[in-house]
């Protein structure tokens, strides 16, 4: 009988199971039959269940969670999408978490079951219940008047002194990890109001927890004056330029002279740089601008490093990517060895350069701009988010940013930018070339001021924030032991 020949060389037949050894472990049966409604043997495994063994071994100092706090959510929320001059805008349990929330879709408030239960008051705790599980955040002003999802849990202490102990003791890593151990799911993950509620709370002496309530407090009034800061310098840049117009140019179809299409260096045909819309809005501030600069004129060094490959690494440098770059102090999840990344500063920033999302869809975080603070030095910065830094620079950053993140009069020329129809993306000859309005030197800087006062104070935020979520981590940690 004939044989086919081979395309390679008969591999050696293997009798080990060559990809993975089977974790395993001995567990009483008491302690897997304490009334959860769910037995996932990953969560016997992780290390959130043994720092809760720890604590409920010991006869005192804890209690269960609902001791302490009332933990609730709405019913699943059955919605009807209408038009935005129609209807309350409506927030997804991520979305909650960016530097400014911007609402995707409006729901009809008459028509949304228990919608006033779905409205959420300021420092209320909220936390992630479905995904990525067991993150928390306070509600500030950023999400008032804003119906919010039901997969977020609300979290409200028993006793006001014990908001500020209870929101470090959940943002603590082994607070954390003891939730992650507790959800259920193969592919989404989820945690349910009884878990919470049977998660132990270790306890605080009454004069421990005041620190922590001043931190609660700052943690909120910081996030409230940044967002008012930002808003106030937004209404700032609008009144020099004047309201835009209100009335919509049909985008149905348009066109534009040769001349206009071929001139500049676009690299790309793109019928969004040309829509009438942006060009409505360009002569709109050129009205009263005392002359445009692009990027580059102004004194300003744009590039980005080269695609550079992401090597995982247990105990590696920190990766942000451009979707958690506009959130509030993110979950950093992806550690990386480090390399040069074809970068002169090997994958890294500085605070005060501006930072601008390349790719995405453009009613995203695509053309968002950011400044960087302290928070986003010593870890790598994707290579999709563009750096702008200031060289010789003829405008503050804050004015900068303002001038293309405003959402009327800023953010719309950015986006017009991009290219692409699957993942649009923004090239950084585009970003250099890109001309920025100009005012007199005294209006830019009081401009420019409210902005980086309020990259300021988020940064302060988030740093605060870090700071109890380490002591509530000692504070377990020091308990188990």
């Known amino acids: 009988m004939a044989i086919r020949a081979r395309l390679t060389a008969p591999r050696e037949v293997r009798e080990d199971w060559p990809w993975h050894e089977t974790q395993s472990i001995s567990l009483s049966a008491s302690l897997l039959f304490c009334g959860d409604r769910r037995m996932e043997a990953e969560n016997f495994l992780a290390e959130g269940f043994a720092v809760r063994h720890r604590i409920t071994s010991k006869p005192i100092g804890w209690s269960a969670l609902s001791d302490a706090a009332d933990i609730w959510q709405p019913s699943r929320l059955k919605g009807i999408q209408v038009a935005p001059e129609f209807g309350t805008p409506f927030l997804a349990a991520t979305q909650v978490f960016d530097v400014r929330p911007i609402p995707r879709k409006w729901l009809s408030i008459n028509r949304t079951e228990d919608h006033a239960q779905r409205f959420v008051k300021e420092g209320t705790i909220l936390l992630t219940c479905s995904g990525s599980v067991g993150r928390a955040t306070i509600a500030d002003a950023t999400i008032s008047k804003i119906l919010i999802s039901h997969d977020l849990l609300r979290i409200e202490p028993r006793r006001h002194g014990l908001r500020g102990w209870v929101y470090a003791y959940l943002r603590s890593p082994s607070v954390r990890a003891m939730m992650t151990s507790a959800q259920y799911g193969h592919m989404i993950k989820h945690l349910e109001i009884g878990h919470l509620e049977a998660l132990p709370f270790v306890s605080l002496t009454e004069g421990a927890e005041e620190r922590f309530n001043k931190a609660f407090d700052e943690i909120v009034n910081l996030r409230?004056?940044?967002?008012?800061?930002?808003?106030?310098?937004?209404?700032?840049?609008?009144?020099?330029?004047?309201?835009?117009?209100?009335?919509?140019?049909?985008?149905?179809?348009?066109?534009?002279?040769?001349?206009?299409?071929?001139?500049?260096?676009?690299?790309?045909?793109?019928?969004?740089?040309?829509?009438?819309?942006?060009?409505?809005?360009?002569?709109?501030?050129?009205?009263?601008?005392?002359?445009?600069?692009?990027?580059?004129?102004?004194?300003?060094?744009?590039?980005?490093?080269?695609?550079?490959?992401?090597?995982?690494?247990?105990?590696?440098?920190?990766?942000?990517?451009?979707?958690?770059?506009?959130?509030?102090?993110?979950?950093?999840?992806?550690?990386?060895?480090?390399?040069d990344f074809g970068d002169p500063y090997?994958?890294?920033?500085?605070?005060?350069?501006?930072?601008?999302?390349?790719?995405?869809?453009?009613?995203?975080?695509?053309?968002?701009?950011?400044?960087?603070?302290?928070?986003?030095?010593?870890?790598?910065?994707?290579?999709?988010?563009?750096?702008?830094?200031?060289?010789?620079?003829?405008?503050?950053?804050?004015?900068?940013?303002?001038?293309?993140?405003?959402?009327?009069?800023?953010?719309?020329?950015?986006?017009?930018?991009?290219?692409?129809?699957?993942?649009?993306?923004?090239?950084?000859?585009?970003?250099?070339?890109?001309?920025?309005?100009?005012?007199?030197?005294?209006?830019?800087?009081?401009?420019?001021?409210?902005?980086?006062?309020?990259?300021?104070?988020?940064?302060?935020?988030?740093?605060?924030?870090?700071?109890?979520?380490?002591?509530?981590?000692?504070?377990?940690?020091?308990?188990?032991?």
Request: charged share 25%; with cysteine.
């Open 224 to 339: 409230n004056r940044s967002h008012g800061l930002t808003e106030k310098a937004e209404r700032l840049f609008e009144e020099s330029f004047g309201s835009p117009s209100s009335s919509k140019i049909d985008n149905v179809g348009f066109s534009v002279s040769a001349s206009a299409a071929i001139s500049g260096k676009r690299r790309r045909f793109e019928a969004q740089f040309h829509n009438p819309e942006v060009q409505e809005i360009t002569s709109h501030i050129g009205r009263r601008a005392i002359g445009w600069d692009s990027i580059n004129d102004l004194g300003y060094s744009v590039w980005l490093p080269t695609r550079f490959r992401r090597i995982n690494a247990e105990v590696g440098i920190p990766l942000m990517d451009s979707s958690i770059l506009f959130e509030i102090n993110p979950d950093h999840k992806k550690f990386i060895q480090d390399s």
């Open 346 to 481: 090997r994958g890294r920033v500085m605070a005060g350069w501006l930072l601008l999302a390349r790719s995405g869809q453009t009613y995203g975080i695509n053309g968002s701009t950011m400044i960087a603070s302290s928070a986003h030095e010593d870890k790598i910065i994707s290579d999709h988010v563009i750096r702008i830094a200031p060289e010789a620079p003829q405008c503050r950053v804050g004015y900068l940013h303002v001038a293309m993140s405003h959402p009327e009069l800023g953010r719309p020329r950015v986006k017009a930018l991009a290219y692409g129809s699957s993942i649009p993306e923004i090239e950084v000859a585009d970003v250099e070339s890109f001309f920025i309005p100009r005012l007199d030197v005294k209006q830019e800087d009081e401009i420019a001021n409210l902005a980086e006062a309020a990259a300021a104070d988020r940064d302060r935020a988030d740093t605060i924030e870090v700071q109890i979520a380490a002591e509530a981590d000692e504070i377990v940690r020091s308990f188990i032991k």
